[in-house]
Every structure is written in C-alpha cells, then in structure tokens.
C-alpha cells in the first residue's frame, strides 16, 4: 500500500511501552476501582493519616482520590483504546487490508474527538 509508510516492528515497540506505562495507573487504582490487586487507593489514603497522624490530611487525600477516579479511569480506557486501534490498523496495513486500516483510523479520529474509546476495546463495543 504506497499511502502507508510504517514500521511495525518500531510501532510494536511503542504499543508494548505505552501498555507498560498504562498497566501503573492500572494497577494504582486497582484496588481502589475493582478490587483486582494493585495497590488500594483508599489504603494508601489512610495510611498516610496515620503517617501524619492527622484526620484531616486523611480525608484531604481521600477526597482527592475520590474526586480524581473518574478521570484516571477515563485515561485507562482512553490508553487501552489507542492501544487496541492503533494495533488493529497496524495489523490491517501488515495485512495489506486497505479498508480494515482506513475503518480503523476512522474509528480512532471518531473516538478521539468524542473521548468514547469504547468501539476499540474487546468486547465493550459491542
């Protein structure tokens, strides 16, 4: 396809970092989101008021934690998005599938000007 110019082995690498990259805010608020491992957000407040002995810095932080989850959660799916999208074109250009990597591209603009990652994540799009 002379209107791709990729080299898979290059993007390969930089979907493998960014999962890497991902999987820490993942496992940050594991505990705190699903109570699938990973460190708990919530235990983490807490222990903190008990490091500084103080209610208030306790509560401080949980109320912080508790304000923020919505938008680590929505960086996570956001990053399994690209991360899915970007691998399925790749594949599709390796493939020489020309209309699965314009389909995709397509679906990753629509995704990232609505924040709606949702289409490029297994089993959520549909």
Known sequence: M??????PDEVDAVLTTTAADGNDLVTAIGGANSGAGGDDL???ALD???????????????????????????????????????????????????AMAVSTSAIM????????????IPDEGK
């Open 2 to 7: 002379s209107q791709w110019d990729i080299q």
């Open 42 to 44: 919530g235990q983490l």
């Open 48 to 98: 903190a008021q008990d490091g500084a002995q103080s209610a208030i810095i306790g509560a401080a932080l949980w109320g912080f934690l508790e304000d923020q989850m919505p938008a680590m959660v929505a960086a996570i799916t956001r990053i399994q998005g690209m991360i899915t999208g970007t691998g399925q074109a790749k594949n599709a250009i390796v493939a020489g599938d020309e």
């Open 109 to 120: 603009s629509i995704a990232v000007a609505s924040g709606n990652f949702s289409p490029l």
